[in-house]
């Protein structure tokens, strides 16, 4: 399978998000990305630019950024054909990689917005190199700007940042840095499709946790009234657990509880109530293993959001 390591440029509306065609912020303009084979060499390079159907010129943030003028962009050929030959050239056996997760939406949101069938696998799972390069060198929750990580890599500064071939090599080039073995399980699911009947539903195993993705619901109630969504199970070994801390909320959208599997230890959940494209919810809930004191924690913002709402009384 080769690695496909992918950056967008896009432009909005020149006068405004005012002005902007709902549902439609950003139009793609270029579409850069480099080829790994399966040892992470670079095999291949792609960059093409877009000319723009929509918004016909440039947002003055898109020009400062990318130094780019309207009329190179318009002797380019329009998204459709552009994305037809780049899925082309990615081949059948691919997994993305891209610096961040808006590049997967982006994409996918302009094929929709040209009714072009969605090519990409489904469940789609990539690599977010900004998340393997937390995990290899932060805490593994901090965002870094792709700058920032080249710095503290010592990358070689030797091509320009924000045109998409640039930043798809430099991301490639922290990529080829990761150490897989530590976090090559990490993968990401995409949002965009989220999973329609119950037969979809996503479910995923980490070395420390456990992610299901639910199939979208009309209302959150409905979706929290749902067996799958609030069954809580073991991250590791999905057996029935003993519940220390049922659902409760800790955000509109946030909900935690504390499990105990009787072979593997504390685990916490979350349910993150999440908005699809179309404006029906989802839900996403992660179980991952804890200890004494994160189950304390768990147990303190129960009593801490139970004291506010005394209060609120
Ligand atoms: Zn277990």
Redesign the pocket.
């Known amino acids: 399978m080769n690695y496909i390591v992918l950056d967008l440029e896009w432009n909005q509306c020149p006068t405004g998000k005012e002005d902007e065609l709902p549902g439609f912020p950003f139009e793609i303009i270029e579409i850069g990305a480099v080829k790994l084979d399966e040892d992470r060499n670079v095999i291949d390079e792609y960059s093409r630019t877009i000319r723009p159907q929509v918004y016909r010129r440039l947002h003055y943030k898109t020009k400062e950024l990318l130094h780019m003028n309207i009329k190179e962009l318009a002797h380019s050929k329009p998204f459709t054909a552009v994305v037809a030959d780049f899925f082309a050239w990615c081949g059948d056996d691919f997994r993305i990689c891209t610096w961040g997760t808006t590049d997967l939406l982006e994409i996918q949101r302009n094929m929709k917005f040209y009714k072009y069938a969605n090519p990409l696998p489904y469940p789609l799972l990539y690599y977010d190199v900004q998340k393997l390069f937390s995990l290899c060198y932060e805490d593994g929750r901090s965002r870094k700007a792709l700058s920032t990580a080249i710095e503290m890599l010592e990358i070689p500064e030797e091509r320009p940042f924000h045109r998409a071939l640039d930043d798809a090599a430099y991301t490639a080039e922290v990529f080829r840095r990761l150490d897989m073995d530590k976090v090559g399980s990490y993968l990401s699911v995409d949002y965009f499709r989220p999973p329609v009947n119950k037969e979809d539903e996503i479910s995923l195993r980490f070395p420390e946790y456990s992610k299901f993705v639910s199939r979208m619901f009309a209302t959150k109630e409905q979706a929290l009234a749902d067996k799958a969504v609030i069954t809580p199970g073991?991250?590791?070994?999905?057996?029935l657990?003993w519940r220390n801390v049922r659902w409760f909320a800790s955000g509109s959208k946030t909900y935690l509880c504390l499990v105990r599997?009787?072979?593997?230890g504390l685990?916490k959940g979350k349910l993150r109530i999440k908005k699809a494209n179309d404006g029906k919810l989802f839900v996403v809930r992660t179980m991952k293993l804890t200890d004494d004191a994160g189950a304390k924690k768990i147990k303190e913002k129960k009593a801490e959001i139970a004291a506010k709402k005394k209060t609120k009384k």
């Open positions: 073991c991250y590791r070994c999905r057996s657990v599997c009787p072979r593997h685990v």
